[in-house]
């Protein structure tokens, strides 16, 4: 069956610096998809960024990219100039697909930004 | 806004009862996904259906049912609510299933179940 683990259950950065939540994985398939999501004290679920297993070249939208390592089953969050509406719970999430289309979650990482 | 609209907002209920909760999907999206998010259980996928059929169930206790309607807008149903019951459940879409382009669910408002 298929994991995924966030190892940190909080992190901390300061305004303006950069911070890394780490995620790994766990499965036998070899096409499938990863993303991150944002969820804010509304507890809203915001997409942040989407990376397809099949890709080299990892996925960027403005401060957020990520470091895929396929072969480790590694999905690293890299938030650039941090700022205080980043403050949030962010889940990494897997999906593969096949006769199943649903969401496979962490447990997430509480990210805190600090003025 | 992700497009996904949930209602209600925030149910609150006593135990025993039965409740329905609400959900229509973005334009064009054919296949909706539940997702029930609880302190001690995280984020967990309850059920999924595509164009009216159901297609995958997760975690899902008898207790609740779901169906997708001729509109796409989805219901799910819990009855017999137990304390443990309370919960954020999600609804999510996407455009549908089995593309090969990786479906992204956008996620709804959520609606928060407390039981008493």
């Known amino acids: 069956a298929q994991t995924v683990t966030q190892s940190q259950p909080e992190m901390s950065v300061q305004e303006a610096e950069t911070v890394t939540l780490s995620c790994t994985y766990d499965t036998s398939e070899s096409d499938y998809y990863l993303f991150w999501y944002k969820q804010p004290p509304s507890r809203q679920m915001i997409l942040v960024i989407r990376q397809e297993a099949y890709k080299q070249q990892n996925a960027t939208e403005n401060r957020f990219s990520v470091n895929f390592q396929k072969a480790a089953k590694s999905f690293s969050l890299k938030i650039s100039d941090s700022q205080l509406g980043d403050a949030a719970m962010y889940f990494c999430?897997?999906?593969?697909?096949?006769?199943?289309?649903?969401?496979?979650f962490g447990k997430g990482t509480k990210l805190s930004v600090k003025p | 806004d992700s497009g996904v609209t949930q209602t209600p907002k925030h149910l609150i209920t006593a135990t025993g009862q039965r409740v329905t909760l609400r959900c229509s999907p973005r334009s064009g999206d054919l296949s909706v996904y539940w997702y029930q998010q609880s302190l001690d259980q995280g984020l967990q996928f309850l059920i999924q259906?595509?164009?009216?059929?159901?297609?995958a169930k997760g975690n899902i206790l008898e207790r609740f049912s779901a169906q997708q309607f001729p509109d796409l807008h989805s219901e799910l149903n819990l009855s017999s609510l137990e304390l443990g019951d309370s919960a954020l459940y999600f609804c999510a879409s996407s455009v549908a299933v089995g593309t090969g382009f990786g479906e992204t669910q956008y996620f709804g408002p959520g609606t928060r179940l407390l039981v008493l």
């Open positions: 999430a897997y999906y593969y697909g096949g006769s199943q289309g649903n969401l496979i």
């Open positions: 259906y595509y164009n009216g059929e159901e297609r």
